[in-house]
């Protein structure tokens, strides 16, 4: 006979006055303690990962050649689909973002093109644009 064969067959026992406590809350109450507050956060920073902005010859003439096409026609409503690089405010790089709009007009002296709705986009930035009649 061993040591525990009395009570090896009981039912596990239930409170009677309580209700049990979740599985979930249960975990929580022996959860590690978060000593380094923001470590999580500055590990996710560090992997995220970001674009380098860069133009070869060909696209930046093909860029001018639609700059120029869009300045002739700036009195008709030209709607652009515009790809343009946008940097990040944490890290080396950024991301390249997209943008669809009626053109108004092409700032040379701040370098931005502005929409209709008030959106504006550095010229230097530009990586594609195309042009819709």
Known sequence: ????????????????????????SR?????PFAALTGHDSAIQETARLTDEFSLGETEIDELNRK???????????????????LPDKKKKGGSYEHYT???????EYEGVLIFA?????????LQNIEIYY
């Open 27 to 31: 975990a929580a109450q022996f959860a």
């Open 67 to 85: 700059m120029q096409l869009i300045a002739k026609h700036l009195d008709e409503e030209i709607e652009l689909e515009v790809t343009y690089f």
């Open 101 to 107: 709009g009626t053109i108004r007009r092409i700032d």
């Open 117 to 125: 709705d008030g959106k504006r986009i550095p010229l230097n930035s």
């Open 1 to 24: 006979m061993s040591r525990y064969d009395d009570i090896i067959n009981l039912p596990h026992y239930e409170p009677k006055y309580h209700t049990r406590m979740s599985m979930a």
